[in-house]
């Protein structure tokens, strides 16, 4: 598709918003209503402290979810990635172990919450009064953490299977079903807690067997039995693309638990006791998700619009879906604080009735722990605007810095000054600094929108292309920052007559995706060390990783088709399986490279060795990541050479040398066969 034909770049901004961002937002919005049906129902069958002992159980289903996301979105992103490298059989293997590990996981979390629950619950802050509930709750709701766990890792390679509609309607079944269960089985059949996680994990049973069911009606891969034998590289690859989707799960698990041990704590020394302050808040917090998901819902849904347009360097239509996002998100948040605000009462009695100090703290609760919920309609569409334009390290800081960085630190801090109350004003400081830092970033960035982006000035691709080969050949050059590498493969393809691509590469790129040559540029080959923990956040592979696919294909189809020298790019890896492939690796002496970055691309020479340092690391980073290797390795090459040693054009004469002798060796070896 070429960059006039992309809606993303040509359609109306509003249109495109609601067209992406009203499924994620439903999606989201289901999400955060299973977690708060029980309580609703639980708050007028059982009272407030059957809602406090869910509050308590609540961190064990957010740690079993974390590691089914981390294999979900792991599992998906790698089918996504495999797929793009045309190399379905090891796509199926990378689902298979994702799902089998999420069994024994499953299973494994199952056992051993069941074994150590009491234990477990008092490390989430459980007290005496809440303790036979949450027991009751939680040896049930354990017995169906594995459908939980398995439901939810299918969920997500469903998704990327092409089927997102299949993957909300499971989804959605058992969010309407858990809601039809409760009441009997709280109202009707008296089971009290014991009945809502009995309904709980029924429901969690139906979308669970509705996902089975589609494992073999996979679109784009067939799974075997062999595809389901752990393979631990594999798995560790899985783990690592799906990391961001754990730690996020788990910062919230932190929250909750300290949350829980500090109301304990303090709550005990005020007049509302522990249990009432442990129960509303976890309310409220849940409250507030529902507001967030909309927010993430509205801006997670806007990302491909974000990330093509910058690309495109159509800075004017990021620029007016920011605003939009932006003032979407705001309005959302503005009705929330003025709900929260202005009816605390009608809110907290939505799950059940209360004495007049479990309603006075209800009050305090919503008025001062969500009093700057407002800030969150910059905070969250600005971590995810971030992520979809390529500045992960951004993203990342802007996603974990209100719930690890600033949340729980504020917490401790305060409670230990101003007790229950300072549980209550860590909530409006987090989001206060994450707002600050927040708004900051995008007014940077925002002024960086129209700067042009640094042109390298390396040199074109063109060369002689009088071909002095007898047969089809591809010459790839990995090489070190400030080696002359990139010089040394067009100096290759001059002297044997045949195609340099590198910029000729980007340029392809740029035609079949309508990102601007400037951003590819800025954003391939290049990938720093925290990326990971952004990888796949908020649905979907990152511009980084799609980049890379739609490389691969190029480098493909180009090796098919002509001889030729293809610069970086992982292609030594993506045409290992390819015969007649000389995979070169360039290399220099520090004193070498400095010289020559500080002679050719005008780096001072105090910056020079730091400058080599940190482009290095991004490339070995970026091979790592996508080939599992190590980029200076010389397994990986069938020539690595030190261009100090001789110089470039000496690097280049040899290099040539060596692969007509390897020409001449093949057309030997091949001359008996063919004379048969």
Not at 153 to 163: F, Q
Not at 562 to 589: P, T
Request: hydrophobic content about 45%; aromatic content about 10%.
């Amino acid at each position: 598709m070429g960059k006039e034909d992309n809606i993303l770049g040509t359609e109306k901004i509003g249109k495109l918003i609601a067209k992406f961002s009203i499924p994620c937002i439903i999606s989201l919005l289901v999400n955060s209503l299973y977690n708060i049906v029980d309580q609703i129902f639980i708050g007028w069958g059982v009272g407030y402290l059957g809602n406090g002992a869910t509050n308590v159980v609540f961190p064990l289903t957010m740690i079993c979810l974390a590691f089914a996301l981390m294999l979900g979105d792991g599992s998906s992103a790698y089918l996504s990635l495999k797929l793009g490298e045309k190399k379905k059989d090891e796509a199926a293997k990378g689902v298979g172990n994702g799902i089998i590990v999420s069994v024994i996981i499953a299973i494994i979390f199952c056992v051993f919450t069941l074994t150590f629950l009491p234990q477990l619950l008092n490390v989430f802050g459980c007290t005496d009064a809440l303790r036979d509930y949450a027991i009751g709750y939680g040896r049930i709701i354990a017995i169906g953490l594995p459908f939980m766990m398995i439901g939810t890792t299918l969920n997500s390679i469903i998704r990327a299977d092409g089927s997102p509609r299949y993957s909300m309607t499971s989804m959605v079944a058992g969010a309407i079903l858990n809601i039809i269960l409760d009441p009997i089985f709280i109202f009707v059949l008296k089971m009290g807690v014991e009945g809502a996680a009995i309904a709980t994990i029924l429901s969690q049973f139906l979308t669970f067997a509705l996902n089975i069911i589609y494992i073999r009606k996979f679109k784009s891969i067939t799974l075997s039995k062999e595809n389901f034998k752990i393979k631990f590289s594999i798995l560790k690859r899985v783990a690592t693309l799906g990391i961001s989707s754990f730690v996020t799960q788990m910062s919230f698990v932190f929250v909750v638990a300290t949350e829980n041990n500090l109301l304990a704590k303090y709550g005990l020394e005020s007049k509302y006791g522990s249990e009432i302050p442990i129960t509303v808040l976890g309310i409220v917090m849940k409250i507030s998700q529902i507001l967030n998901s909309i927010i993430i819902g509205i801006a997670a849904g806007s990302q491909p619009i974000f990330g093509y347009n910058y690309g495109a360097r159509k800075f004017e239509r990021v620029k007016e879906t920011l605003k939009i996002v932006l003032g979407l998100s705001v309005v959302i948040s503005t009705i929330a604080f003025i709900l929260f605000q202005a009816i605390p009462d009608k809110l907290i009695s939505i799950f059940g009735s209360g004495d007049e100090l479990y309603m006075d703290f209800a009050c305090l609760a919503f008025k001062t722990y969500l009093l700057l919920c407002i800030c969150n309609g910059i905070q969250i569409p600005a971590g995810i605007f971030f992520q979809a334009i390529g500045k992960s390290i951004k993203s990342v800081i802007l996603s974990l810095s209100r719930q690890i960085v600033f949340l729980i630190p504020s917490m401790i801090i305060l409670s230990g000054i101003f007790g229950i109350m300072g549980v209550l004003y860590s909530g409006p400081v987090a989001d206060g600094m994450a707002f600050i830092l927040a708004t900051t970033l995008l007014i940077l960035e925002v002024k960086n929108l129209n700067k042009e982006t640094m042109k390298s000035n390396a040199l074109d691709d063109d060369t002689s292309t009088d071909n002095k080969l007898s047969k089809h050949i591809v010459i790839t050059v990995s090489r070190e920052y400030g080696s002359g590498g990139r010089y040394v493969g067009r100096l290759i393809a001059d002297k044997l007559g045949i195609k340099l691509y590198d910029k000729e590469l980007i340029k392809k790129v740029s035609n079949e995706t309508g990102l601007s040559e400037e951003y590819i540029e800025s954003n391939e080959q290049k990938r720093e060390a925290l990326e990971n923990l952004n990888n796949g956040y908020y649905f979907g592979l990152n511009y980084s990783d799609e980049l890379f696919i739609k490389e691969s294909e190029i480098i493909r189809e180009i090796a098919e088709k002509e001889s030729c020298v293809i610069i970086g790019r992982c292609a030594d890896f993506i045409l290992k399986d390819k015969e007649n492939v000389v995979k070169v690796f360039i290399y220099s002496n520090m004193e070498d490279k400095i010289k020559r970055v500080t002679d050719i691309y005008g780096i001072k020479k105090e910056d020079a060795k730091k400058e080599i340092n940190r482009v290095n690391k991004l490339r070995a980073n970026h091979y790592k990541h996508y080939t599992e290797r190590e980029w200076s390795d010389s397994e990986n090459y069938d020539i690595t050479i030190n261009s100090a040693t001789l110089g470039v054009e000496k690097t280049a004469d040899l290099i040539c040398k060596m692969v007509l002798e390897e020409l001449e060796k093949i057309d030997i070896q091949k001359t008996p066969i063919e004379n048969n």
